[in-house]
């Protein structure tokens, strides 16, 4: 009897707190899903079953949308957003982490300053300083480039990952740091051996967000960005659209064919995001 009861209070438990979670999570995900679900079974419909069977099935699956879509120049975008949003991951990398790697290592008033400097950045909204940096840029010369859009979202993207990194870097043991100097380890082996290596999960984290952010950004690649041959996806698919008639079918399979590749990369570094954020956000 006894065993019974306490069987019976896991299920009073589980039937209360943790079925409404669930269902918060069940429902939560479907409004998250569905329209990308949407989105994918519409890629796959005719102009007129889009209008006239907007919620139902195909009755022809029309995957030659994506053979037009890739045809009529998502390709090219898509070769662009790779080229810039892998510099730009790379950029955020290497100097993020040394800039965080000294503002964890050592202490005065420049650092302090520096920090605050990093944290007006990160409050800093992109779309408000679209004026003057257009004009920085065309100053430079390098407007209508790949620099023009891989140069701005290096800088917006430096303050947060800085700010993530350093507070990684300041949970790794300084015993660590004092017994590679006694074996002769110069500070850059000290970054290169120790903090790298044990910062796997926040180098993770900010690889994922500086990609949903640079290849996802649409305004500075609408602006900065005139040649048809360098645009990327999110202003390249406005291409698509037509005054007078538009295939909804091509223009949704050049969105799922964008949606892909951050829906991947969410998928199989999930894990590394989460823990980065989480030790991240305590450490420090």
């Not at 099935?57 to 949003?85: C, M, Q, R």
């Not at 008639?245 to 199989?268: H, N």
Request: glycine share 6%; aromatic share 12%.
């Amino acid at each position: 009897m006894r065993k019974q009861n306490k069987s019976s209070n896991k299920l009073v438990k589980f039937g209360v707190g943790e079925f409404i979670a669930l269902l918060g999570l069940i429902i939560f995900a479907i409004i998250i899903l569905y329209p990308l679900f949407w989105m994918v079974v519409s890629s796959m419909k005719s102009y007129d079953e889009i209008y006239n069977n907007v919620w139902g099935f195909p009755s022809e699956w029309l995957v030659h949308n994506y053979t037009d879509a890739w045809s009529k120049g998502i390709s090219s975008y898509f070769f662009n957003s790779v080229i810039v949003t892998g510099i730009t991951i790379g950029a955020v990398l290497i100097i993020g982490s040394m800039a965080a790697f000294a503002l964890a290592r050592y202490r005065s008033r420049l650092i302090d300053v520096a920090l605050i400097v990093l944290i007006g950045g990160m409050m800093m909204n992109p779309e408000v300083a679209i004026i003057p940096l257009f004009n920085l840029l065309r100053s430079l010369h390098i407007v209508d480039t790949r620099l023009a859009l891989i140069l701005p979202y290096i800088a917006f993207r430096l303050p947060i990952c800085i700010l993530l990194l350093r507070a990684y870097f300041l949970g790794i043991p300084r015993e660590l740091n004092e017994s590679a100097l006694m074996d002769g380890c110069t500070e850059f082996g000290i970054y290169l051996r120790i903090y790298l290596p044990m910062s796997i999960p926040i180098l993770i984290t900010t690889v994922v967000l500086t990609a949903f952010y640079a290849w996802n950004e649409f305004l500075f690649a609408t602006v900065f960005i005139d040649s048809e041959s360098l645009k990327t996806i999110p202003s390249g698919l406005m291409n698509f659209r037509d005054a007078l008639q538009t295939d909804w079918g091509v223009l949704l399979s050049g969105m799922v064919i964008a949606s892909l590749p951050m829906i991947v990369l969410l998928i199989v570094l999930q894990k590394y995001l989460v823990r980065g954020l989480s030790e991240g956000s305590v450490k420090g």
